[in-house]
């Protein structure tokens, strides 16, 4: 019983701990993107890379045994951690 309850939270933890990293780094990739004063098929790639990546962010919160609660607060957090990390990078950009 305790080792089930374990390894639901682990996988949960990993998911939702998916979905930061992913929301961040779609963040930083669309900054990145965005900030190009002449924009190339380089950086319409980066922004391509960007979206993939925070659907994978959202899609990663679905996959997670959760409850709603849950996964609506990760939701949110995602979404304020992606926009520190992007305003972050527009002071760098």
């Known amino acids: 019983m305790i080792q089930q309850l374990a390894d639901k939270a682990m996988t949960d933890h990993k998911y939702l701990t998916r979905a930061y990293v ?3 780094l ?3 990739l669309l900054r990145v993107a965005a900030g190009a004063a002449k924009p190339s098929v380089f ?3 980066l922004a391509l890379i960007a979206i993939c ?3 994978g962010a959202y899609l990663s919160v ?7 609660g849950v996964k ?5 957090g995602a ?3 992606s926009g520190i990390c ?3 990078v527009s002071l760098i950009v």
């Open 22 to 24: 992913s929301g961040a």
């Open 62 to 68: 679905a996959r997670s045994n959760a409850d709603g």
């Open 86 to 88: 992007f305003a972050l």
């Open 43 to 45: 950086h319409v790639i």
């Open 79 to 81: 979404a304020v951690v």
């Open 72 to 76: 609506a607060a990760n939701i949110v």
């Open 26 to 28: 779609g963040a930083i």
């Open 53 to 55: 990546a925070i659907v």
